[in-house]
């Protein structure tokens, strides 16, 4: 599986971004796609996450509200649509592919083998 995101940018409090994950090689809807972020000198943290198949989605607490995870399964890419982003929402962004998670542990970094390289978004206030 190989995963290419894209998308990252500098943007104001309020504002938005669309990020990307272009994934390739996953072969059944028994995989996750997962975003995570990491700001400087923090542990990487869970955004959102959505089924292969498109047909469960999750999100982090900090992301309900603001942020909507769907995929396009003609283009094979998961996309993270942010609104309301607040400066807490800067960091690398990093999207991974998990196969067989549950519920409890699609939040989990640990559960993701592939991972692609981060996106960068900066939110200033």
């Known amino acids: 599986v190989q995963l290419q995101a894209s998308g990252g940018g500098s943007v104001q409090a309020g504002g938005s971004l669309r990020l990307s994950c272009v994934a390739s090689g996953i072969p059944s809807d028994s995989y996750a796609v997962g975003w995570f972020r990491q700001a400087p000198g923090k542990e990487r943290e869970f955004v959102a996450a959505v089924t292969w198949s498109g047909s469960k989605s999750y999100y982090a607490e900090s992301a309900k509200g603001r942020f909507t995870i769907s995929r396009d399964d003609v283009k094979n890419t998961v996309y993270p649509q942010m609104n309301s982003l607040k400066p807490s929402d800067t960091g690398a962004y990093y999207c991974?592919?998990?196969?067989?998670?549950?519920?409890?542990?699609?939040?989990?970094?640990?559960?993701?083998?592939?991972w692609g390289r981060g996106t960068l978004v900066t939110v200033s206030s």
């Open positions: 991974a592919a998990g196969y067989r998670l549950i519920t409890s542990s699609t939040s989990d970094p640990g559960r993701y083998v592939d």
